[in-house]
């Protein structure tokens, strides 16, 4: 999910308006990995990504990332 996030930026279609990509996990009904809200997406990582369920909790990820 990272790298889709660096090769969406790297092939210039972020826009920054309403962008954005998530992925299903398998396995875990209701799962969600997501890149946190304004975190750019150059700078994506694996460890960066939240988990959210269907409803927007999260569940995994840290609060701010670094």
């Given at each position: 999910?990272?790298?889709a996030y660096?090769?969406?930026s790297?092939?210039?279609m972020d826009d920054?308006?309403?962008t954005h990509l998530s992925a299903h996990l398998p396995g875990e009904e209701h799962r969600f990995l997501?890149?946190?809200y304004g975190w750019c997406w150059t700078r994506s990582r694996?460890?960066?990504l939240w988990s959210s369920t269907q409803k927007g909790m999260r569940s995994?990820?840290?609060t701010y990332p670094r």
């Open positions: 999910m990272a790298a660096r090769l969406v790297l092939f210039n920054l308006i309403s997501l890149n946190p694996p460890r960066a995994r990820g840290r």
